[in-house]
């Protein structure tokens, strides 16, 4: 599997894509609902966001499926359209992925919280997540073999993390990135539901997933911190995928300006560091993606 023996080769440096939303509200798409919806609505558009990242340079790009869990389009009333959207996420990365790179499937959090603050338990969790996984897997008409590896992100709570690859593991035997929203506070890096750094290592170590990782918050350059501390943590392979600097509100968008030679100036720092798959969040463009990319080239 071309994943595992990239992971292996100590000279190959993964290059992972940007964020599908923000391409996708540079193109017309007005928050409100998932972005997931796209799939369905304009796939034409959806088709030319992930094929701008393929040709910057990604070595893969995920499918457009974060909030498309059956909790998360629930709250949207869109729980009915949960098999077409993911259906059509995967098929619409299919007809666009290039030979020789992979497609990710990407796998989100609820947005339902745990006691005291939601009613979020590990069972309604794992179940939201199931036919997701199942349908990106290749089941369920999913079609074309499903995708390569999985992506567990932008959670921020380790029970909920749990359940999310219990969910990939009762489907798939493929291999998993999981990354959490760790920002740094004064007593240092915690998710926004308290769990520490460590903890969260700790976690994806006891669940032996095939590369531990951090993606949003708290942008490129205090990932350099927590790139730091992680790697006193764990011998795991690691994954970074920072926000293009920080968000700021713009004629009631948001908007990241980060310029992207500081983007890729602080990539370089987080490669040098020991990191093996490198992308972006919010706001990190085929630009950004691009200019990594050439950096990576340039080296070799």
């Known amino acids: 599997m071309a994943f595992l023996k990239w992971l292996k080769d100590p000279s190959k440096i993964i290059l992972g894509d940007g964020s599908n939303g923000t391409e996708l509200i540079k193109r017309g798409f007005t928050t409100g609902k998932p972005p997931d919806i796209q799939n369905i609505k304009s796939p034409e558009i959806v088709k030319e966001v992930l094929n701008s990242f393929y040709s910057a340079g990604a070595d893969m790009v995920q499918t457009i499926t974060l909030n498309a869990t059956y909790l998360n389009l629930k709250k949207h009333k869109l729980d009915d359209k949960l098999e077409d959207i993911n259906r059509l996420a995967l098929q619409n990365i299919k007809d666009v992925c290039p030979k020789g790179k992979l497609v990710v499937g990407e796998i989100g959090p609820s947005g339902e919280f745990r006691d005291p603050l939601g009613s979020g338990t590990f069972e309604k969790w794992r179940n939201s997540s199931l036919k997701q996984v199942k349908i990106l897997e290749g089941g369920n008409g999913g079609g074309g073999g499903g ?105 009631y968008l948001t908007v990241y300006k980060q310029p992207v030679e500081e983007f890729v100036r602080d990539i370089a720092v987080i490669l040098d560091l020991g990191v093996k798959i490198v992308g972006g969040c919010c706001g990190a463009s085929p630009a950004h993606i691009q200019a990594v990319r050439m950096w990576l080239d340039s080296r070799s």
């Open 147 to 251: 995708v390569d590896l999985w992506h567990a992100m932008g959670f921020i709570d380790v029970e909920e993390m749990k359940a999310a690859l219990s969910a990939i593991r009762k489907i798939s035997a493929k291999p998993i990135i999981a990354s959490f929203i760790i920002n740094k506070g004064k007593k240092g890096f915690y998710t926004l539901m308290g769990n520490s750094l460590k903890e969260c290592i700790q976690l994806l170590e006891d669940e032996n997933v095939d590369v531990i990782g951090a993606n949003c918050d708290p942008g490129s350059t205090l990932f350099i911190d927590l790139v730091r501390e992680a790697k006193e943590l764990t011998d795991f392979p690691l994954s970074v995928k920072p926000n293009a600097g920080r968000p700021t509100l713009e004629n």
